[in-house]
């Protein structure tokens, strides 16, 4: 059966996961996920993606982007996962895959949803009971949108900015959005676009 196509719709931000083949882990110590954000970096900068929020877990990422020329997600995928890959295979002196053959992606079309994504996106390691705050997991962006620490990979989005004129009041005003849970019908709504390569509509 021919594979699902998908669903790329310019100027509006996507939500993409990958994850590692057979759930393995693809991340073994500290040093992998700087690698990892470094080429996420990289290949962002070659491809024209601006990376609005990401979150490194033990055998998969999340990421939300907004490309200059959506015909260009695929090859940014594709770069950052064959370098990881690689990197990996040399530095555990394996072979064979890392990563799941195909990498998921769906589009929010409604820019107010875009932050019950981004919570979605930050609050992984915190429904994986990992840990009890998005705060005090170090491989996401919240601590750069909530103004706890400089993140240089991460460029805002206009319905993030529009939190606040001014940093502070915006911090704030994000940090507050994360007090309350997410709705399960939004959670199932984002999950579902994902794994069927559509858009993510307003539940």
């Known amino acids: ?3 699902r196509a998908r669903v790329l719709l310019p100027g ?49 990422v999340h990421l939300l982007v907004t490309m200059d020329d959506v015909t260009m997600l695929a090859p940014l995928m594709k770069g950052v996962a064959q370098n990881y890959a ?8 394996r072979t064979g895959s ?14 107010a949803y875009l932050l019950t994504c981004l919570r979605y996106v930050e609050l992984n390691p915190v429904r994986a009971t990992i840990v009890d705050s998005p705060a005090r997991y170090r491989w996401s962006s ?6 706890l620490a400089a993140d240089n990979l991460l460029t805002p ?6 939190l606040g004129s001014d940093p502070a009041p915006r911090f704030a005003s994000y940090r507050n959005l994360f007090s309350e849970p997410l709705n399960p019908v939004h959670l ?10 559509r858009r993510i509509d307003p539940a």
């Open 86 to 93: 690689q990197y990996i295979n040399r530095r555990l002196k």
């Open 12 to 60: 509006h931000p996507h939500h993409l996961t990958q994850r590692c083949h057979n759930r393995q882990p693809c991340f073994f110590q500290r040093s992998d996920y700087i690698v990892y954000l470094d080429f996420l970096r990289e290949h962002s900068s070659l491809y024209g993606g601006a990376i609005h929020a990401y979150v490194l877990m033990t055998n998969h």
């Open 188 to 197: 199932q709504a984002i999950r579902s676009a994902a794994a069927g390569n």
């Open 98 to 111: 890392l990563w799941e053959d195909r990498f998921h992606s769906s589009p929010i079309i409604d820019d």
């Open 142 to 147: 919240y601590a750069g949108n909530a103004g």
């Open 157 to 162: 989005h206009t319905t993030y900015l529009g």
């Open 1 to 3: 059966m021919p594979r």
